[in-house]
């Protein structure tokens, strides 16, 4: 079992950076695709970026020019950088954890843990 406990989120201006961050319990943290996901209010759960154990890393077409990943298996941590923000980054940001995916690995299903979440919230 991991338990993954997000933090760094808040409430940010339009343009404005936060650096989300994701540590996992299990010390074998390193043997885990890493994701990054995001729910807005009233819309389904999507996919943001994940790292593979290789850290050969994944993002969602509409956010890899403003956001990051990147992992410290040293500190069984995940990283996501995230800039210029706008309104509609506004979400709960979820860190989950796979012990195998298919290839992209942007099916929220194939993942096999989660956190409980960080509310990140951009102002206009």
């Known amino acids: 079992q991991v338990q993954l406990v997000e933090s760094g989120g808040g409430l940010v201006q339009a343009g404005g950076s936060l650096r989300l961050s994701c540590a996992a319990s299990?010390?074998?943290?390193?043997?885990?695709?890493m994701g990054w996901f995001r729910q807005a209010p009233g819309k389904e759960r999507e996919f943001v970026a994940a790292s593979t154990r290789g850290r050969t890393t994944y993002y969602a077409h509409s956010l890899k020019e403003r956001v990051t990943i990147a992992r410290d298996d040293a500190k069984n941590t995940v990283l996501l950088q995230m800039n210029n923000l706008t309104p509609e980054d506004t979400a709960v940001y979820y860190c989950?954890?796979?012990?195998?995916?298919?290839?992209?690995?942007?099916?929220?299903?194939?993942?096999?843990?989660w956190g409980q979440g960080t509310q990140v919230t951009v102002s206009s």
């Open positions: 299990e010390g074998s943290f390193s043997n885990y695709l």
């Open positions: 989950a954890a796979a012990g195998s995916t298919s290839w992209p690995p942007r099916d929220e299903a194939e993942y096999d843990y």
